[in-house]
């Protein structure tokens, strides 16, 4: 665990690995060749203000600008440049990262307590030059899933990706109409290799 603890501070200081709440409220360590497939879901180009096609909140909004003037930014940073409270903004980040938005920075070391994780806009910190197609974004994270796992269902896909159960299994049964993927039924529950 301390092992996890540091790298995910680390690993963004160093631009080794995505560290955020991508995929939920928990935070996820992405390897940098995943992001131009999880990246070409969320419908953007890559540059570092294209989260103004995205429909955010207007405190969503406020974070985002916030970053892309003045740098990666804490949330107590965030609250003073936004005027928000500690409530919206933290909520703002949140969603903001599992849009892929933002993503963590680095750590800044605080007077009192533990560091502070300052974030910055995705696309400016891991710009993305050529996107795949959505079908083969979701296709290529289905497998590298499927492939450190092992087996799999669509509920654990689901899980992984933050994806719904259904949208999972109709990834997983093309994978296996294509032939990358075999299907069995264990007992009622569908199995992918």
């Not at 492939?147 to 093309?174: F, M, N, P, Q």
Request: aromatic residues 6%.
């Amino acid at each position: 665990m301390a092992k996890c603890w540091a790298w995910k501070d680390e690993l963004p200081a160093q631009e080794l690995g995505v560290v955020g709440k991508h995929f939920g409220r928990w935070a996820a360590l992405v390897a940098p060749r995943m992001l131009p497939p999880l990246y070409a879901l969320t419908g953007r180009r890559g540059r570092a203000d294209d989260f103004r096609e995205a429909e955010l909140t207007p405190v969503q909004l406020d974070v985002c600008e916030a970053v892309l003037g003045a740098g990666p930014s804490t949330g107590p940073e965030l609250r003073a440049l936004t005027g928000a409270d500690k409530k919206h903004v933290d909520a703002a980040v949140v969603a903001l990262q599992r849009q892929l938005v933002l993503t963590n920075a680095h750590v800044v070391e605080q007077r009192n307590g533990w560091g502070a994780i300052a974030v910055d806009l995705l696309a400016r910190r891991w710009p993305q030059k050529k996107l795949p197609r959505a079908d083969e974004a979701e296709r290529t994270l289905a497998l590298t899933v499927l492939a450190s796992c092992g087996e799999i269902s669509a509920a654990d896909l689901g899980g992984a990706l933050g994806w719904r159960v259904k949208h999972a299994r109709e990834t997983l049964d093309e994978l296996v109409g294509r032939g990358e993927a075999k299907r069995a039924d264990d007992g009622g529950l569908m199995l992918y290799r």
